[in-house]
């Protein structure tokens, strides 16, 4: 793109002031900026109209769950199909770790917080080290595969390397980067955050299957022959992952996927719940959620919208062949976004400033034609760490680390 066809571009999306800084750039940083705004999608619906973006929801009705007692009742017929699928390599696992993590306010990759008080102990130690639970009950590694982003991803790379993957096998580990979308401030103009920089963040944990695509890991996975994918957040430091139990469950059910969930402890809890949107699983967030709908009990007086999700699912991987190239809807996050303001002053805010559109993976759920509602226990597998204080923060996780035995 010559800077004419850019301006023409910019000029006809109202975004024009991409180019304030463009005469005092040396040639390879108009280069680069160019090549940017080349890329920048301004035709679609999210740079004119944002509103449009909000999705229309389907009829939604309960979906029960596999309960703790069942799990119980066939737990050692579960795992053994579960351990038999890692032993013949029909199990991977997908760790999102594209996010950036603002909330925690930690400035690198969220994986690399040390949760140790006397110790160090990295939130990817802790993944790793369950992970290695499972393939050392099995005997055989589970092809771990990383999405980083690109702001993450040297640093995320560079800091596993250096710790040697916590005792994983390095040849087992892929590394994927995700895309990127371009930020608006509040009246819908692109940010940038040096004068040859647009920002450009992490398009959300939606996308993760086309980017494992783009990166050619699908060849990897053919390959291999996997057959089911381990979807898990990093943040979640008590993460079960590839748990055979849950594996076979899911396998045993005929389901196209499974997702974990946990009992919502009470009706105004703010967890997305696991139910059926239009007779398919879908996913509901909390706002969205009548009073009818929250307050709403089986006959046994259990709440019947009660198993909320916590980022960990399973997708058959025939079942996701067939999301390549499917829309997913955008998701809009008011977010603090650090700028260039318009005298090249950089901007770090204390408030949000503007939005990042992302894609969210509870959108595959709802591309499956059934999905499996696991049930966890709470206390033994979700301690995520949002924020540096306060709910769902490092204290809260730190505390359900050492409940469940871990010395920090
Ligand atoms: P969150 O929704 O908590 O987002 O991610 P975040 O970016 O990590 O944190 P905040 O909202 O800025 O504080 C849930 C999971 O999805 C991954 C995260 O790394 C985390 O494992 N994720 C999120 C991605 O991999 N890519 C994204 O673009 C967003």
Redesign the pocket.
């Known amino acids: 793109m010559t800077y004419e066809e850019a301006l023409q571009y910019l000029t006809a999306h109202g975004q024009e002031h991409l180019l304030r800084f463009y005469d005092n750039l040396l040639p390879q940083q108009q280069e680069k900026l160019l090549e940017q705004i080349a890329g920048l999608g301004l035709e679609r619906p999210q740079f004119r109209d944002r509103s449009a973006l909000t999705q229309k929801r389907g009829k939604f009705s309960p979906l029960g769950a596999l309960t703790l007692e069942e799990i119980r009742a066939n737990e050692e017929t579960y795992r053994k199909i579960g351990i038999e699928a890692i032993q013949n390599a029909k199990v991977g696992a997908v ?10 306010g930690f400035d690198h ?3 690399m917080f040390n949760m140790g008080k006397t110790r160090e102990l990295y939130i990817f130690q802790c993944l790793i080290q369950n992970l290695l639970r499972v393939t050392n009950e099995a005997s055989a590694y589970v092809p771990l595969m990383i ?3 690109e702001q993450n991803d040297a640093e995320t790379r560079a800091f596993l390397k250096e710790h040697n993957y916590f005792g994983y096998s390095a040849d087992n580990v892929h590394f994927f980067k ?1 895309e990127t979308e371009p930020a608006v401030d509040e009246a819908g103009k692109v940010l940038m955050s040096a004068p040859d920089q647009i920002v450009l ?8 299957f086309s980017s494992m695509q783009r990166a050619g890991l699908l060849k990897t996975v053919e390959e291999i022959g996997i057959e089911w994918l381990n979807v ?5 430091v008590l993460q079960q992952i590839a748990d055979p139990v849950f594996i076979g469950a899911t396998i045993a059910s005929g389901c196209a996927s499974g997702g974990k969930v946990v009992s919502k402890a009470a009706p105004d809890e703010r967890v997305g719940v696991l139910c059926l949107e239009d007779n398919k699983p879908s996913i509901v967030e909390y706002y969205e959620m009548t009073e009818e709908m929250r307050t709403l009990r089986n006959a046994d007086g259990s709440l019947a919208y009660r198993f909320g999700v916590i ?1 960990n699912y399973l997708f058959r991987v025939d079942a996701l062949m067939d999301t390549l190239g499917s829309d997913f809807p955008l998701h809009i ?1 008011h ?1 603090k976004i650090p700028y260039l303001n318009q005298d090249g002053k950089f901007i770090k805010p204390e408030e949000p400033n503007g939005y ?1 559109f ?4 509870l959108d595959m759920v709802h591309m499956q034609d059934s999905c499996l509602a696991f049930e966890v226990e709470r206390a033994k597998e979700f301690a ?1 760490v ?2 540096a204080t306060g709910v769902d923060s490092v204290e809260t996780a730190q505390a359900l680390l050492e409940q469940n035995g871990v010395v920090l």
């Open positions: 760790l999102l770790a594209g996010g950036q993590g603002s909330r925690l990759p969220k994986g999405m980083t982003s995700q963040s992490p398009n959300g944990n939606g996308g993760w898990f957040a990093v943040d979640n980022l996050a977010k990042k992302e894609t969210l993976v995520p949002k924020n």
